[in-house]
Structure formats: structure tokens, C-alpha cells
């Protein structure tokens, strides 16, 4: 397990302090705002690859570093740090980031989208309940929390979300039960695609041996398409 990290290249006040994250910049100069949420591996080589990927196809993309400068490749080391990092801190965290984009001379849109893997899926989910008409567009990616999500009373993000048929993290009866939640508490309707993939088939570190580039590319399509859309 790393304790620094090298991607860490802009700092912004959350509640719990100072956090951290990787902002990268459209060629252009400016672009809707997007928050980029990590894996359970923390702010990797890869979720700093997909923020510059973000960025290349024109948006100011920021992925917070939720663990504080930690990563590693070991899943039990993974689940271990994931098990102790409090929903609430990496909530007011995640407050910060969208506030840090807001203010951002390079940020054109009202709202800023969010975009999440795995744990970042769940907190995807968190967040656009948390801050309401302040997130544009939410799309968690085989979104998991360690704990039972909160009311999405407040949701009122349009929200696209991408899983794989054979995740067991994110089966397709606990997406489904997910989707029918989200509608009867906040009137808003998932557009929810299902892969014939395993759970992480975006991640082309393929830790989990579940990497699947055909159906990985459908996803990032379809997600760029939809944060285009809706966010101004």
C-alpha cells in the first residue's frame, strides 16, 4: 500500500479540513464540471486516467482523493480501507469538491455531474441525494456501499447507472430492488443498463480479472452522451 500519492494536485476545504483530489482541464480551457469518484483502490494510475479522459472529451474533471493519498492493487487491503472510511467524512469531502467546481473559473455549467466505480458508485448515489439540484447528472458504474443507502428524497439528478449480469457486488435483483427505491422516493427513474459482464468490466487495470473493453466502451459512450446532455 502506497501512502502518497503523486496525483494528488489540487486542494479545496471540506468540513473535515483540507481534502485533496486530481483536476484535469480541457484543451480548450473550460467545460461543464464533473466529479470523478474512485474505486475501493483508492486514487489510482486509472481513475486519474478516466479524469483525463473526461477532460480530453471537454470537461474540468476532479477526482477527490477520498483516502487521503492511499492506494493499493490488494483487494483484502482494499475492503479493509473502504471498511474504515466514514460515509459521512467522504460525504462533506464530496460537498467540497462540488462547491471547489462551482467556484472554478474553468467550470461553465450551473451543476456539476458525477461519475463513480464501485465504492464511487455508492457515493455517486450519496451525493446527488445529499446536495439535490446541485448535481446535473449522476452515473454510478456497479454502484456498492458498505452500508444501507440514505433517503433519496432529494435526488433530483437525472441518473444513468451501468452494471454487469454477473457482478455479485451489485447483483441484478439488488440493482433492480435499487432502481424501484430511488423512483418511490424521489419520483426520479434510473436509466439502469445491465452488461453480460462482471463486476469492474470498466477498470482496464483488470484487477479482478473482469475487464471488458467491448462492453466497457458501450458504457463510456453511452455516459458521455448523457453528461452532454445534461449538463449546462
Known sequence: MSD??????????STSGTAH???????????PGLIVIQEWWGLTDHIADVTNRFAAEGFVA???DLYGGKTTHDADEAGKLMGELPVDQAATDLVGAVDFLLAHDAVTSSTV??????????????LAAQQGDRIGAAVPFYGVLKEEFPSFANLTA???GHFGETDQMADPASVAALAERIESESG?????????????????ENHMGTYDKAQGE????????FLRANLR
Not at 427513474?189 to 482496464?204: E, I, R, V
Not at 458501450?218 to 452522451?225: C, P, Y
Open 4 to 13: 502518497t500519492n503523486p496525483h494528488q494536485n489540487v486542494t479545496f476545504p
Open 21 to 31: 483530489g486530481y483536476l484535469a482541464v480541457p484543451e480548450s480551457g473550460s467545460g
Open 62 to 64: 476532479l477526482a477527490p
Open 113 to 126: 455531474g458525477a461519475v463513480g466505480f464501485c465504492m464511487g458508485g455508492g457515493f455517486v448515489l450519496v
Open 158 to 160: 437525472p441518473l444513468q
Open 188 to 204: 426520479v427513474t434510473p436509466q439502469f443498463f445491465t452488461y453480460p459482464a462482471g463486476h469492474a468490466f470498466f477498470n482496464d
Open 218 to 225: 458501450i458504457a463510456w459512450n453511452r455516459t458521455l452522451e
